[in-house]
Antibody, heavy 121, light 113 residues
């Protein structure tokens, strides 16, 4: 079964850090560019970051650039998001999603179930 | 950045009727070299992640019922749900995949009247 499973979410104090993981299975993870997307409670979807298969190209949204770092380990079939200097505005469900330019025109065709991050004192 | 707008914010449609959602991009997402529009539609039900419905503006993802259809080009796009079913109650998002940041529309909530 094709699957993405996020983990690492939880409650963190403002100014704190958290590292999210996304474990891939059922497909060849190393062949896919990947993204992180978040959704604040009751709000819409916000794209955060993108990484290519070999990590040579990385992009960030302005809202997280300089605070968040995306990375991947193809040997472990895993994607990561290191989040630093967290604030209340970062409270959200965080999703990882695949990016397939050739077959889907860059649409995000596989999504994880998400992991909740709550920033609160 | 490409700004995405959707209309309406919400709509209620009777079972079996048609729901129409519009999406506009602040600049064209048509890639001239292959004549493809880099625009996707997603469905999100409560407590679930988004699900890809349509890519390249009009190509239905495998397994998506044919009552869902996408149309449009350049900057103006439409998602049409024909013969609305109870299981179609959800929020629908458009997204441009043309350039980073890969912006999403604000969403349109579809309910049963």
């Amino acid at each position: 079964e094709v699957q993405l499973v996020e983990s690492g979410g939880g409650l963190v104090q403002p100014g704190g850090s958290l590292r999210l993981s996304c474990a891939a299975s059922g497909f060849t993870f190393s062949h896919y560019n990947m993204n992180w997307v978040r959704q604040a409670p009751g709000k819409g979807l916000e794209w955060l970051s993108y990484i290519t298969t070999s990590s040579t190209t990385i992009y960030y949204a302005d809202s997280v650039r300089g605070r968040f770092t995306i990375s991947r380990d193809n040997a472990k079939n895993s994607l990561y998001l290191q989040m630093n200097s967290l604030s209340d505005d970062d409270t959200a469900v965080y999703y990882c999603a695949t990016y397939d330019y050739a077959a889907y025109g860059g649409a995000f065709n596989i999504w994880g179930q998400g992991t909740m991050v709550t920033v609160s004192s | 950045d490409i700004v995405m707008t959707q209309s309406p914010d919400s709509l209620a449609v009777s079972l079996g009727e048609t729901a129409t959602i519009n999406c506009k991009t602040s600049r064209s997402v048509l890639y001239n070299s292959n004549n493809k529009n880099y625009l996707a539609w997603y469905q999100q039900k409560p407590g679930q992640p988004p699900k890809l419905l349509i890519y390249w503006a009009s190509t239905r993802e495998s397994g998506v019922p044919d009552r869902f259809s996408g149309s449009g080009s350049g900057t103006d796009f439409t998602l049409t749900i024909s013969s609305l079913q109870a299981e179609d109650v959800a929020v629908y998002y458009c997204q441009q995949c043309y350039s980073t940041p890969f912006t999403f529309g604000p969403g349109t909530k579809v309910d049963i009247k």
